[in-house]
């Protein structure tokens, strides 16, 4: 295998594992815009999305019916969370909130262990083993799915926020909440109806990355933390950000796992740490955010 | 007191209902600090009032009270319809539009996304009649168009990359998307250029005459307000302290000692 092709295919599993990073990091984008805060728990909301799909493909349900009703189900478990955890505290300052979602974070973490146990479970792979070959770069049939998989819920809101009445009002309210409310918004409809896409979307990552990392309560842990560099690098308030920078990040982790010989597979976990960091000292805004700037 | 003799068809407006908003008994604050302590004043269907009166007399916490972003005690009715203890959003579906001060454009939105923003409350898809809806949104927007041309041009342009003046324009274009009954405008001069806060105010009379909306304008410039104003209510520390039609208001004297002559006598404000 020739250097070029040996690049190509360290990139190619890069994209694979970014576009789950993707999928997670814009279900932070997407809380973030909504209601300003970083949500700690984002990934543990899709970590027991994941253990519903696989509760339902145990009890016999193809994988392909599972995943529609799990995505359904997350939809519905954001739109609570939103109503009864972050409404109650929403008028509160930005650290209460974010020490909330601290707070669901550990327990959603400890409600998955005591439903489902810490045990570690083996999730179904949906797509067939194998792969093709492109030109001497060998692509698997499951990073082709995640990558599909992660681009048609991308398409799917792209379409909703950019062509739909209903996208726009949410992007309103995003925008400007007050004046949403002076032209007949019912804001809090709304950020109900963004904490259940951020859900969906979070638990899109969680479905696809579990055939890998096998299912655990604590599986989304190392992912969150992948999903914070691709926002911080595409900018926390850019959902095409939050994409570009989670595939970004994955190529970034897969190429120093392989070229850089102190990193290897153990240190991988430091290359988001370094991105965030990095990010933070040269463009704090991240690539498509755009700086703060306060009206004197 | 005298109905300003020049325009019969505004006298006949005003006595047809002169109480579609009836403001009795208003008190509204934020928190400890009471602003507004006491108001009771009507306006008529189809009139311009303008609240006059210095800087923290409550005027903007007045307009805030009867839209709903403050709460108030007293009454408010709207051709009947008590409006105190609703939300914004409520007062909106009743037919009440704010345009706050500063503007509250939706930056990040194109121009025309803010208008239909506007529309929202008529747009939805449970609405029976959704089509023919949709076809008058499609033609309120022609209708704002035709009041502000220059929205029209920058359609397609972010709200964020407009200009003061333009905001101001689109801010109230969207409001009027609403098809209010009641519009609230709250210092639209606020950061304008004269001529620019003048074509506004010419804009704001046409709505008002084409569209008998009925208007209440809380103005820092009073001259301006009250060119354009049936009837003004100058307000002092939470309290009115005058009102009557505008012309008695521009000639009488204690508006130039409490309000406009201030910078005269002192020699310094502005």
Known sequence: MSAVTELLQQVVEGVGSGAVYASLALALVLIHRFTGIVNFAQGELAM?????????????????????????????????????????????????????????????????????????KDFPQPFPDGGIDLGGVRVDWSSLGIIAVVAVVMSLLYVLFQHTSVGLVMR?????????????????????????????????????????????????????????????????????????????????????????????????????????????????QGLFGRAAVERA | MTEPATDSTEAAQATAEPDFLKVAGLHAGYGQARVVQGLDFSVARGEVCAILGPNGAGKTTTLRALCGMVRGRGSVTLNGTELLGRS?????????????????TFNDLTVEENLRVGAHLRTGRWRRDGRTERTAVAADLERVYGYFPKLRQR????????????????????????????????????????????????????????????????????????????????????????????????????????????????????
């Open chain 1, 48 to 120: 027991i999305s994941t253990y519903v799909a696989w509760q339902l493909v145990a009890s016999g349900m193809s994988f392909w019916l599972a995943l529609p009703v799990t995505l359904a189900v997350s939809f519905a478990g954001g739109m609570l969370v939103e109503r009864i955890v972050i409404r109650p505290v929403q008028n509160a300052p930005e650290l209460t909130m974010v020490i909330v979602t601290v707070g669901l974070f550990i327990f959603v973490n400890a409600m998955a262990g005591l439903i489902w146990s810490f045990t570690v």
């Open chain 1, 172 to 284: 309103a309210v995003a925008g400007n909440p007050a004046s949403a409310r002076l032209s007949g918004i019912r804001v809090g409809r709304v950020l109900m109806l963004g904490w259940g896409l951020a859900a969906t979307v979070g638990a899109v990552s969680g479905v696809l990355v579990a055939p890998v990392l096998f299912l655990e309560p604590n599986m989304m842990g190392g992912v969150l933390i992948y999903a914070f560099a691709a926002a911080t690098l595409g900018g926390f308030d850019s959902p095409v950000g939050a994409v570009v920078g989670g595939l970004l990040v994955g190529v970034a982790e897969t190429l120093a796992g392989a070229y850089v010989d102190v990193i290897g597979a153990d240190l991988k976990v430091g290359v988001p740490l370094v991105i965030i960091l990095a990010v933070l000292l040269v463009r704090p």
């Open chain 2, 88 to 104: 914004p959003e409520q007062t909106a579906r009743l037919g009440v539009a704010h345009v706050p001060e500063g503007r509250g």
């Open chain 2, 155 to 270: 359609s397609r342009q972010a709200a964020g990359s407009l200009s003061g003046g333009e905001q101001q324009m689109l801010a109230i274009g969207r409001a009027l998307m609403l098809r209010p009954s009641l519009l609230l405008l709250d210092e639209p001069s606020l950061g304008l250029a004269p001529l620019v806060t003048r074509e506004l105010f010419e804009i704001v009379r046409a709505v008002n005459e084409e569209e008998r909306t009925t208007v209440i304008v809380v103005e820092q410039n009073a001259q301006l307000a009250l060119d354009v104003a049936h009837r003004a209510h100058v307000l002092e520390a939470g309290r009115l302290v005058l009102s009557g039609p505008s012309q008695e208001i521009r000639e009488d004297g204690q508006v130039a000692e409490v309000y406009l002559g201030v910078s005269v006598r002192s020699g310094k404000g502005g």
